[in-house]
């Protein structure tokens, strides 16, 4: 092998870790006490921070997904919606690959089924015997309210970046590397 296809392949290999920079939210451990930080840092609107605290939690650099965006041009003015689109989306996809296994690609569709199921099964139990579990619930479907009415709203943003997926929930399962289930 010449040391230019020597080079190509690294190259290709870095702009592969370079286009999936949420990779590493799937690698991390699900454990109580990071579902508990994960629902303290949701903000009221059902959304998450693309903060540097949030980051931390999942070893991710959300500003590499900003700067990303803001090259293909996303405008200012709707950046803060979409980055938190991103990382809400990037908290459900993470709770479906942990607690289900769930088969990736999955579509918004998928999203709204696990927490509907998720509901089902806590009302199958007295809810007022685990609140803490209620309170997860509640604050899971306030998460798909915030993906589901965002995507809507900003659905054509996909194509007028020219984004290499259709829709937000794929382009954001590919950030994660999860499209590789397929």
Same mark, same amino acid.
């Given at each position: 092998?010449?040391?230019?296809?020597?080079?190509?392949?690294?190259?290709?290999?870095?702009?592969?870790?370079?286009?999936?920079?949420?990779?590493?939210?799937?690698?991390?451990?699900?454990?109580?006490?990071?579902?508990?930080?994960?629902?303290?840092?949701?903000? +009221?609107?059902?959304? !998450?921070?693309?903060?540097?605290?949030?980051?931390?939690? %999942?070893? $991710? *650099?959300?500003?590499?997904? &900003?700067?990303?965006?803001?090259?293909?041009?996303?405008?200012?003015?709707?950046?803060?919606?979409?980055?938190?689109?991103?990382?809400?989306? +990037?908290?459900?996809? !993470?709770?479906?690959?942990?607690?289900?296994?769930?088969? %990736?690609? $999955? *579509?918004?569709?998928?999203? &709204?089924?696990?927490?509907?199921?998720?509901?089902?099964?806590?009302?199958?139990?007295?809810?007022?015997?685990?609140?803490?579990?209620?309170?997860?619930?509640?604050?899971?479907?306030?998460?798909?309210?915030?993906?589901?009415?965002?995507?809507?709203?900003?659905?054509?943003?996909?194509?007028?970046?020219?984004?290499?997926?259709?829709?937000?929930?794929?382009?954001?399962?590919?950030?994660?590397?999860?499209?590789?289930?397929?």
């Amino acid at each position: 092998m010449t040391s230019n296809e020597v080079d190509n392949i690294n190259g290709s290999a870095a702009n592969n870790t370079a286009d999936k920079p949420l990779s590493s939210i799937v690698e991390t451990p699900l454990t109580d006490s990071l579902v508990n930080e994960i629902f303290h840092q949701q903000n +009221s609107d059902g959304s !998450y921070p693309t903060t540097n605290e949030f980051g931390k939690l %999942f070893n $991710v *650099d959300f500003e590499q997904v &900003k700067n990303q965006l803001k090259e293909k041009g996303l405008d200012s003015s709707i950046s803060d919606e979409i980055h938190r689109l991103i990382s809400t989306a +990037s908290i459900l996809f !993470y709770f479906l690959y942990h607690s289900q296994k769930t088969q %990736f690609p $999955v *579509d918004i569709d998928a999203i &709204k089924q696990f927490v509907s199921k998720a509901r089902t099964e806590l009302e199958g139990f007295s809810m007022k015997a685990d609140p803490i579990m209620q309170t997860y619930i509640d604050k899971g479907e306030l998460a798909v309210k915030y993906v589901i009415d965002t995507r809507e709203k900003y659905a054509n943003i996909c194509n007028d970046l020219k984004l290499p997926h259709p829709t937000w929930e794929s382009y954001i399962q590919h950030l994660m590397n999860l499209e590789k289930q397929e």
